[in-house]
């Protein structure tokens, strides 16, 4: 079993940064791709970003020369460092993990106001 604990959520202004983490625990074998995934109030949950257990990526096309996704396998952890940050990034960000299984974070609020 695994549990995933997303950090790093809060409130920016326009252009700003945060970097987002999700921790992995649990009785962990192995994971394989890891994704970011979020969702604005009255919206469907979207993919933000994916990564491999290798370390290939993809991005959505609203998030694409902003945000980099990484991990770090030894910590089974992963990143979501957003820049530019303009206010229809607001939503709730989730951390997705596949293993044989597929596991959600709780999810952790990105909010960008002036």
């Known amino acids: 079993q695994v549990q995933l604990a997303e950090s790093g959520g809060g409130l920016v202004q326009p252009g700003g940064s945060l970097r987002l983490s999700c921790a992995a625990s649990?009785?962990?074998?192995?994971?394989?791709?890891m994704a970011w995934y979020r969702q604005a109030p009255g919206k469907q949950r979207d993919l933000v970003a994916v990564i491999t257990s290798i370390g290939s990526t993809n991005y959505a096309d609203s998030v694409k020369g902003r945000f980099t996704i990484s991990r770090d396998n030894a910590k089974n952890t992963m990143y979501l460092q957003m820049n530019s940050l303009k206010p229809e990034d607001t939503a709730v960000y989730y951390c997705n993990a596949h293993t044989p299984f597929e596991y959600w974070g709780q999810g952790t609020q990105v909010t960008v106001s002036s």
């Open positions: 649990g009785r962990i074998s192995r994971i394989y791709t």
